[in-house]
Antibody, heavy 119, light 110 residues
């Protein structure tokens, strides 16, 4: 069965960076795009960008350009999302979600990683 | 890219049908049939309920259906059940190769 397992909660100070991991299993990791979506407390979902695990090509939402980096390690079927220059507005739950096919949807989601930015 | 517009809340009694609207623009919903819907229970990850406007993934109840007209998509839940109480989000692919989510709708079963 398809599973996406994310790394644990993080607490960061303003200005720092955070790197969240997402380990995939149950399908061919390099065959399908991986997306990152975040949700601030009590707020809606926000798409951050995606990576093609096969080529490493990325597409970032304009809002996060220059501040987000998505990478992958195909040897361990793991995707990473690093966000730099954190502010309190970046406090949120960060999800990875895969796109199995080409129908522009988010099929399976990780359990989420809570990132808290506080001085 | 602005969020798609959804009503903040919709309520209904068990057994009733409810519909959630999701309004975008000609650059997202109106451009493609790549509209999807997600259900999110409190403290849980979202779950895919509808994709490509009206397709249901395996395992999703047939009580959930989707449609689209112009720049507005809709999700209908028929035979409302208590377990349907959750937040629902629409999403669309856009002409700038991005994705945009709706503002979210809280469904309350009275």
């Amino acid at each position: 069965q398809v599973q996406l397992v994310q790394s644990g909660a993080e607490v960061k100070t303003p200005g720092a960076s955070v790197k969240v991991s997402c380990k995939a299993s149950g399908y061919t990791f390099t065959g399908y795009h991986m997306h990152w979506v975040r949700q601030a407390p009590g707020q809606g979902l926000e798409w951050m960008g995606c990576i093609n695990p096969d080529s490493g090509d990325t597409k970032y939402a304009q809002k996060f350009q220059g501040r987000v980096t998505m990478t992958r390690d195909t040897s361990i079927s793991t995707a990473y999302m690093e966000l730099s220059r954190l502010t309190s507005d970046d406090s949120a739950v960060y999800y990875c979600a895969n796109e199995l096919g080409t129908t522009k949807k988010f099929d399976y989601w990780g359990q989420g990683t809570l990132v808290t930015v506080s001085s | 890219q602005s969020a798609l517009t959804q009503p903040a809340s919709v309520s209904g009694s068990p057994g009733q049908s409810i519909t959630i609207s999701c309004t975008g623009t000609s650059s997202d919903i109106g451009a493609y049939n790549y509209v999807s819907w997600y259900q999110q229970h409190p403290g849980k990850a979202p779950k895919l309920m509808i994709y490509e406007v009206s397709n249901r993934p395996s395992g999703v109840s047939s009580r959930f259906s989707g449609s689209k007209s112009g720049n507005t998509a809709s999700l209908t839940i028929s035979g409302l059940q208590t377990e349907d109480e959750a937040d629902y989000y629409c999403s669309s692919y856009t002409t700038t190769y991005d994705y945009v989510f709706g503002t979210g709708t809280k469904i309350t079963v009275l």
